[in-house]
């Protein structure tokens, strides 16, 4: 698609973190595909610039403005978070959080379960027990795999692998009054919330905990509350796909490494060839709790 001048300088100047850029120019494209334009104007540019402001929330937005600007550091890259080991089988992946993402305080809790399952993956020595139980040639393929997100939106999907840690936020109504103004409504994607003449009124059942809505209350009527972890388990991606099952939802670091732990105990007691999937599904979930 062709476009304007003006909107390509513009285009290059919304905020949004680096590695977002490519994805950002589409969803102009797909603005001025939806008002039947040939090209992209100055005023869908705009209109993408207002998406990833909702997007993004505005200390977000503020940040990367501010960057642009000249006027503030360059998103940070969290080092901590790239996992690069290529000589043991296992890995650990981390959402969009290695890049930044996310705010100070979730950042830190990623590195602190980072640095706690590496530890445990290390002291359980799963390099020896993957190498024991694969029965030809070791490759890559073998690894264990482990996933960690700081929300449920999961952009690096632990759900086709071997063990997964989402934290979840957990959302909690105050006393604040509500304004009616429906910030909260813009970003859940579950439709959990309804707006009633008495404020917010959150299906628990439907939603995700992913705190977006806390995040644009401008009242404070939506906070976070607790933050707990949801672990997941017995995903493949391979030659035998398979989604992983939740073994808990919403418990503590402590019982997230006491499941880690678990699932290292029956690998080693697996036969050779038996991935956690076979197990979970011969034993089922509550074998990893």
Same mark, same amino acid.
């Given at each position: 698609?062709?476009?304007?001048?003006?909107?390509?300088?513009?285009?290059?100047? *919304?905020?949004?973190?680096? =590695?977002? @850029?490519?994805? %950002?120019? /589409?969803?102009? $494209? &797909?603005?001025?595909?939806?008002?039947?334009?040939?090209?992209?104007?100055?005023?869908?540019?705009?209109?993408?610039?207002?998406?990833?402001?909702?997007?993004?929330?505005?200390?977000?937005?503020?940040?990367?403005?501010?960057?642009?600007?000249?006027?503030?550091?360059?998103?940070?890259?969290?080092?901590?978070?790239?996992?690069?080991?290529?000589?043991?089988?296992?890995?650990?992946?981390?959402?969009?959080?290695?890049?930044?993402?996310?705010?100070?305080?979730?950042?830190? *809790?990623?590195?602190?379960? =980072?640095? @706690?399952?590496? %530890?445990? /993956?290390?002291? $359980? &020595?799963?390099?020896?027990?993957?190498?024991?139980?694969?029965?030809?040639?070791?490759?890559?393929?073998?690894?264990?795999?482990?996933?960690?997100?700081?929300?449920?939106?999961?952009?690096?999907?632990?759900?086709?692998?071997?063990?997964?840690?989402?934290?979840?936020?957990?959302?909690?109504?105050?006393?604040?009054?509500?304004?009616?103004?429906?910030?909260?409504?813009?970003?859940?994607?579950?439709?959990?919330?309804?707006?009633?003449?008495?404020?917010?009124?959150?299906?628990?059942?439907?939603?995700? =905990?992913?705190?977006?809505? %806390?995040?644009?209350?401008?009242t404070g009527k939506l906070v976070t509350g607790a933050r707990g972890f949801r672990v997941i388990a017995g995903g493949s991606g391979?030659?035998?796909?398979?989604?992983?099952?939740?073994?808990?939802?919403?418990?503590?670091?402590?019982?997230?490494?006491?499941?880690?732990?678990?699932?290292?105990?029956?690998?080693?007691?697996?036969?050779?060839?038996?991935?956690?999937?076979?197990?979970?599904?011969?034993?089922?979930?509550?074998?990893?709790?």
């Open positions: 698609m062709k476009w304007d001048e003006d909107a390509k300088q513009l285009q290059e100047q *919304i905020p949004i973190p680096p =590695m977002m @850029s490519s994805i %950002a120019r /589409l969803q102009s $494209e &797909k603005i001025a595909r939806h008002k039947g334009l040939d090209r992209v104007t100055l005023e869908v540019v705009k209109e993408t610039e207002k998406v990833y402001g909702d997007f993004m929330g505005e200390e977000k937005t503020r940040e990367l403005k501010a960057f642009l600007a000249g006027e503030g550091p360059a998103p940070s890259m969290e080092e901590e978070l790239f996992f690069d080991n290529e000589e043991v089988l296992y890995s650990i992946d981390v959402c969009f959080t290695k890049y930044g993402e996310n705010t100070p305080e979730v950042r830190n *809790i990623i590195k602190d379960m =980072m640095r @706690s399952v590496k %530890a445990v /993956l290390e002291e $359980e &020595k799963v390099n020896e027990i993957i190498a024991d139980l694969a029965p030809i040639a070791l490759h890559a393929g073998h690894r264990f795999n482990v996933v960690l997100t700081g929300c449920p939106n999961c952009c690096v999907s632990p759900y086709l692998k071997d063990f997964g840690i989402t934290i979840q936020h957990r959302v909690d109504i105050t006393d604040a009054e509500c304004t009616q103004c429906g910030e909260c409504l813009k970003m859940c994607f579950d439709k959990a919330i309804k707006l009633t003449d008495q404020g917010p009124v959150i299906d628990r059942k439907v939603c995700a =905990m992913c705190e977006l809505c %806390a995040r644009d209350c401008p391979a030659r035998q796909p398979k989604i992983a099952e939740t073994i808990e939802n919403f418990t503590t670091k402590e019982r997230t490494i006491t499941i880690l732990k678990n699932a290292i105990g029956k690998l080693r007691k697996a036969k050779p060839g038996e991935t956690l999937r076979d197990i979970i599904d011969r034993e089922g979930p509550e074998a990893l709790r």
